[in-house]
């Protein structure tokens, strides 16, 4: 079970989610039929069994488990009573129970039958269960039951094997991009002046007071010295400050071509899953930071990164009938590196989006999704002395499902400042006259965005062929000149 940080912010929220886009082709930008947030009360069969893709939305409060049996006549997925009690993760067990309407005792589990209505009976070998998180199971549980074990007094106890997402989806479509609830992360700070800050709906804001942050936003301010590093040409003191603003979204998506063949096959008899036609996974959303370098970095040509803060949420879609668990980390960080002579005086303001993901089609497989549109502007611009020195202000992203992370991606937005000349100094022999010091030379300031990082091997959650190695997203660099001058 991973350790989790204290929860820093957090009053009781509706998971009001997450973030995750891209088409049912392997074209994430390619539009589709737009999602519809499911009525509450309407029939999950009426949903799954619809040729109208399923609706991705952020999942209420009292998130439904969801169950199929692949391979059986009105097998797809549905929802039930079912929820997970609990979970042992090194042996694989949970038990599973049913509350019957108007009591608090558990009651024969369900599953699925041709009618598509669930009967009371005991959980099965071959049914596939999808769950939101649980005791035991804090990034949710997506598991095939492989071995009823017998009834205790909380539930069924089951044994379980991993399984995939597409044993649920089938043939379904499904499309969506989800905000994540600013309020729902859990924040670990690694400095002492970390301030962090949201905005969400009904006018509820939480952080320092007079701190604006927009609706939906996630805002984290540092302030903090930087010491000369171990090894460093020179000695030097800088200090830096600013904040980063995020609204992340998850973007999700699921086109079941590749089984929609078989499935026509067998549609009298069954439903049955043998991977997508498309797939996408990511991570998008709205950048603005605001940040500055003061004094002489006195760091080395290896930067030097300074993690100041730790973010995570769990936010619940809502794919159809099933609920599929996203798991989201957020690391903020400063990196500086530079020959400890140039002395600065810079302030940047940055705003923008970013987009980084993967996306699966049958043709090209898994291949990475990695782009990024950034504005800034110097509000402060000062260097002298010869010298060079790049610092950068990022966030680094995983997001994956089921607690198997399948992208990360680092989005490092920096400064970059370098200054060349010479000094001469004259002084008449003999003469007790002031020397003549003249200098020259020139400086320049660069502003820039590093968006980098990986496809995983747990992206084969999906259903797809498994990544044999991990794949680079590729770097995507951008560098453009803030301002320059002479000495």
């Known amino acids: ?49 619809s040729d ?84 035991g199971a804090p990034d ?3 598991a095939k039951v492989t071995k009823v074990i017998g009834e205790t007094a909380d539930g069924t106890e089951v044994q379980t094997a991993p399984t995939t997402l597409d044993t649920l989806l089938g043939g379904d479509d499904a499309k969506g991009t989800v905000p994540v609830d600013p309020a729902s992360f859990d924040v670990e700070r690694l400095l002492p002046d970390v301030k962090v800050s949201w905005a969400k709906t009904g006018d509820i804001h939480s952080g320092p007071e007079g701190t604006k942050v927009p609706l939906g936003s996630l ?4 302030a903090t010295k930087v010491a000369t590093a171990e090894g460093a040409p020179a000695s030097a003191d800088a200090s830096v400050s600013g904040f980063v603003q995020v609204k992340p979204e998850v973007d999700f998506s699921y086109g079941g071509g590749a089984s929609t063949a078989a ?22 959303g709205d950048w603005t930071s605001q940040w500055a370098l003061k004094g002489r970095a006195g760091a080395t040509a290896k930067p030097i ?26 690391t903020c960080y400063f990196e500086i ?87 001469t100094a004259t002084t008449p022999v003999g003469s007790g006259t002031k020397s003549d010091v003249a200098a020259s030379g020139s400086w320049a300031l660069y502003g820039g965005l590093d968006l980098s990082g990986t496809l995983q091997i747990q992206l084969a959650i999906f259903g797809t062929p498994v990544i044999q190695h991990a794949i680079p997203l590729g770097t995507l660099h951008r560098e453009w000149k803030l301002a320059d001058g002479k000495m």
Not at 219 to 222: F, M, P, Q, T
Not at 267 to 275: C, E
Request: include cysteine; hydrophobic fraction near 40%.
């Open 219 to 222: 805002r984290v301010d540092v």
């Open 337 to 423: 590196s530079g020959d400890g002579r140039v002395t600065v005086d810079v302030e940047q303001d940055l705003k923008g989006d970013f987009k980084a993901g993967g996306t699966f089609g049958t043709a090209a497989g898994w291949t990475p999704v990695n782009e990024s549109h950034m504005d800034s502007s110097p509000v402060r611009t000062s260097v002298t002395t010869a010298g060079s020195v790049k610092a950068a202000l990022g966030a680094q992203a995983t997001v994956g499902l089921y607690g198997a992370v399948g992208v990360t991606a680092d989005l490092a937005p920096y400064l970059r400042g370098e200054a060349a000349g010479t000094v």
């Open 52 to 135: 109208q893709p399923l609706a991705v939305a952020a999942a209420p409060a009292a998130t439904s488990t969801a169950v199929a049996r692949p391979g059986t006549a009105g097998g797809k997925a549905r929802k039930t009573s079912l929820k997970v009690k609990s979970y042992d993760s090194h042996t694989r067990r949970a038990v599973i129970s049913a509350v019957a309407k108007g009591t608090s005792s558990p009651s024969p589990t369900g599953t699925p039958t041709p009618a598509g209505t669930a009967t009371p009976g005991r959980t099965a070998v071959g049914d596939v269960i999808a769950s939101a998180p649980a005791p």
């Open 140 to 142: 949710g549980l997506l």
């Open 1 to 49: 079970m991973r350790k989790r940080p204290s929860r820093a912010l957090v009053p009781a929220l509706a998971a009001s989610a997450l973030f995750l886009a891209a088409g049912c082709s392997a074209d994430p930008g390619q539009s589709s039929a737009a999602a519809r947030t499911p009525d509450a009360g309407a029939s999950a069969t009426t949903t799954a069994n």
């Open 305 to 330: 990164r300074l993690p100041f803060a730790k973010l995570h949420a769990d936010p619940v879609l809502q794919v159809g009938p099933i609920p599929v668990v996203v798991n989201l980390d957020l």
């Open 263 to 284: 499935t026509a096959a067998t549609a009298s008899t069954a439903s049955t899953a043998s991977g997508p036609g498309a797939a996408y996974l990511g991570v998008s």
